[in-house]
């Protein structure tokens, strides 16, 4: 197993497994910029990789998967403007590492995915949850709009389910994400390392050059959905701080 050097990404290989662990339990494994980075890295450096057939990514402990990022985060300089900029451009290069990265990329939900967490899961190529799971986005319940995650879900599973999830800010179960294609499939805590590593096998058993291609051309709505979103959300980010400055 080797670690980020704040110890806050793990990973370990299992055959040709890459498995990639969030390791901030306590604090709801909500990323700061350098997790995001760091796990940015780990996907990229595993997708071109010959010894790795896909990429897992999981979160420690029981209870959350991942809180999104963290917006408590301070920055060392003091200019929250600049560490909110930071914070955008470092979860796109996710985004776009987990769309873009050849391999199968399937994300591991042993529990709630809320916010950042939960757009990473809808945009992996697989995701398999425990049964007690939930899928949120909840930006709205602080105010915060949410044009990627709107788009993602949109893109995914339809307008009506982009409006129920981002308008409503509800917390989905598992088992009704696996109803309405949000997840792939659903196992008890016991089960769900076996439910995940058998996917994962079985979509990297493929010839890698045919499901890059196939990867590639799924995702090409998804990923122009994306970027207009992001130009949305910085003239969004723009207009704020424009309101934000003293006349």
Request: hydrophobic share 45%; net charge neutral.
């Amino acid at each position: 197993m080797t670690t980020s050097p704040d110890n806050l990404v793990l990973s370990h290989r299992d055959g040709g497994l890459m498995w990639l662990t969030l390791n901030r339990a306590d604090k709801a494994n909500a990323m700061t910029v350098a997790m995001v980075e760091g796990l940015t890295t780990h996907i990229v450096q595993a997708g071109t990789d010959p010894a790795v057939q896909a990429i897992l990514l999981t979160g420690a402990g029981e209870r959350v998967f991942c809180a999104g990022v963290d917006v408590r985060e301070q920055p060392a300089d003091g200019d929250m403007a600049r560490q909110r900029e930071r914070r955008s451009h470092a979860l796109a290069a996710l985004q776009d590492a987990v769309l873009d990265t050849p391999k199968p990329v399937l994300v591991v939900l042993n529990g709630m995915a809320s916010g950042g967490g939960a757009m990473i899961a809808l945009l992996a190529d697989a995701c398999v949850a425990v049964d007690t799971a939930e899928v949120a986005l909840a930006e709205i319940d602080i105010g915060i709009a949410t044009f990627s995650g709107a788009s993602i879900v949109e893109a995914v599973c339809g307008l009506a389910h982009a409006r129920d999830l981002v308008q409503s800010g509800r917390r989905m179960p598992a088992p009704e994400a696996r109803h309405i294609g949000l997840v792939r499939a659903v196992a008890p805590r016991a089960e769900l390392v076996s439910a995940a590593t058998a996917l994962a096998t079985l979509l990297g058993s493929k010839k890698p050059t045919v499901f890059a291609d196939n990867k590639r051309w799924i995702n090409r709505r998804v990923k122009a959905a994306l970027a207009e979103a992001r130009q949305e959300h910085a003239r969004h980010r723009a207009h704020s701080a424009q309101q934000a400055s003293p006349a």
